[in-house]
Nanobody, 117 residues
């Protein structure tokens, strides 16, 4: 079973930036589309970024809530997928996870992102 470990969360002010990392125990990015998800208490997990590494090039998809502010990327050599988050807003506060898209692996522990003045 592939293990996923997220890191990079923290507390930032509105308008700030964070870069999240998710390292897999083996390379899966060439096999599966990857996603970053977030969850807040009492709500279902929300997909906020998708990356598919196609032969024709990478394809990224974002919901309107984060489009233009979040960027997903991957480093195959490091078995790591990243989420660059800019212009963070209080509503971005959540625990962030990575997984395949659709999610088929066991969830990692996630990384907490808090946005507060």
């Amino acid at each position: 079973q592939v293990q996923l470990v997220e890191s990079g969360g923290g507390l930032v002010r509105p308008g700030g930036s964070l870069r999240l990392s998710c390292t897999a125990s083996r390379n899966i990015f060439s096999l599966y589309a990857m996603g970053w998800y977030r969850q807040t208490p009492g709500k279902e997990r929300e997909l906020v970024a998708t990356l598919a590494l196609l032969n024709s090039g990478p394809v990224t998809i974002y919901p309107d809530s984060v489009k233009g502010r979040f960027t997903i990327s991957a480093d195959n050599a490091k078995n790591t997928v990243y989420l660059q988050m800019d212009n963070l807003k209080p509503e971005d506060k959540a625990v962030y996870f990575c997984n395949t898209k659709p999610a088929t692996l066991s969830w990692g522990q996630g990384t907490q992102v808090s946005v507060s003045p």
